[in-house]
């Protein structure tokens, strides 16, 4: 069965820094999803990579996929405070289910 | 448009009693999701309802069940519940087929904690 893994679990960063989270996944899924959760929270939508090679950017984060090396990353460009939350991202399995990784959870200092 | 909305926010509940779940879909959405979201962790796929009748579920005990109604809403329900079932428990709702496309729409989430 698909397996996603995230690393790191934990990111403390200054504002103003770049740092990029890595999203691998085990068996072939073509379809790979992001989302935002702040705590206590549901989950936001974030991007939708829907083919190898999508590059999709809002603001300071830039997603990308590559399916041949199972891995996509979210990327942050000079992080502010309000990016901190925890972001997950989600392969699919089959047509209806996701599976999720385990959260990095992402604190941006000032 | 309204997004999905679960009820209630908060629940505790006893080891051992029963629990239902409600979650209403986003307007136009016929598809609907459960994921259980322990502490730290990230959300489990429960199941899913389309048409009133469920195609697809997780690896979770029967003590899990689900309904879906006409107007799509859904409910969840938890037998005999457990310590470890403490968690959120997060409903989403998609357009058949766009749920893949576009990704799901997640609701706030009801917060279970079985004492």
């Known amino acids: 069965e698909l397996k996603v893994e995230q690393n790191p679990l934990f990111l403390s960063m200054q504002e103003g820094k ?12 073509d379809r790979l999803y992001w989302y935002r959760q702040d705590p ?43 990016l901190s939350a925890t972001y997950f991202c989600a ?12 959260g990095t959870r992402l604190k941006v200092l000032a | 448009e309204t997004g999905v909305t679960q009820s209630p926010t908060h629940l505790i509940k006893t080891r051992g009693q029963q629990v239902t779940l409600r979650c209403s879909s986003q307007s136009g959405h016929n598809t609907v999701s459960w994921y259980q979201q322990a502490l730290g962790q990230g959300p489990q796929f429960i199941f899913q309802y389309y048409r009133e009748e469920e195609n697809g579920r997780g690896n979770f005990p029967p003590r899990f069940s689900g309904l879906q109604f006409p107007n799509y809403s859904s409910e969840l329900n938890v037998n005999a519940l457990e310590l470890d ?25 009801t917060r279970l904690t079985v004492v």
Do not use: P, W
Request: glycine residues 12%; positive net charge; charged residues 15%.
């Open chain 1, 91 to 102: 392969g699919a399995s089959g047509t209806y289910k996701y599976i999720f990784g385990t």
């Open chain 1, 40 to 82: 206590g929270k549901s989950l936001e939508s974030l991007f939708v990579l829907l083919s190898n090679g999508a590059v999709k950017q809002e603001g300071r984060l830039m997603a990308s996929l590559d399916t041949k090396a199972r891995l996509s990353t979210l990327h942050i460009t000079a992080a502010v405070h309000d």
């Open chain 2, 85 to 109: 079932d403490s968690a959120l428990y997060l409903c989403a709702s998609s357009l058949e087929g766009q749920g893949a496309v576009r990704g799901y729409t997640f609701g706030s989430g």
């Open chain 1, 18 to 29: 770049n740092y990029t989270i890595y999203c691998n996944y085990s068996t072939t899924s």
